[in-house]
Nanobody, 124 residues
């Protein structure tokens, strides 16, 4: 069993930055793919970014490329999402997810464990 705890959300003005963290416990964190998704008000959950087990491969949805950076610290069982140049359209609940398979994916159905979500609100 895996427990994922996301933190770091908050209220920020447009152009500002936030750093989300997701701490994992209960499994061999360093063997698995980690991702961030988000759900904006009235919309479905969407893919934001993914990182492979070693951190050597990362992918982003087009709308956050150049602004967001995903990283991981396997010694701390933690994955991060550094979000810069935030826009009002980034407002959403952000979820971290773990896939018990060493292959990256943008699809929610491919992830086995989910964090509780952390709210990010960007004011204009």
């Amino acid at each position: 069993q895996v427990l994922l705890v996301a933190s770091g959300g908050g209220l920020v003005q447009a152009g500002g930055s936030l750093r989300l963290s997701c701490a994992a416990s209960g499994q061999t964190f360093s063997s698995y793919t980690m991702a961030w998704f988000r759900r904006a008000p009235g919309k479905d959950r969407e893919f934001v970014s993914v990182i492979n087990y070693s951190g050597s491969s990362t992918y982003y949805t087009d709308s956050v490329k150049g602004r967001f950076t995903i990283s991981r610290d396997n010694a701390k069982n933690t994955v991060y999402l550094q979000m810069n140049s935030l826009k009002p359209e980034d407002t959403a609940v952000y979820f971290c997810a773990l896939r018990t398979y060493d292959s990256v994916s943008p699809y929610t159905t491919n992830y086995d464990y989910w964090g509780q979500g952390t709210q990010v609100t960007v004011s204009s």
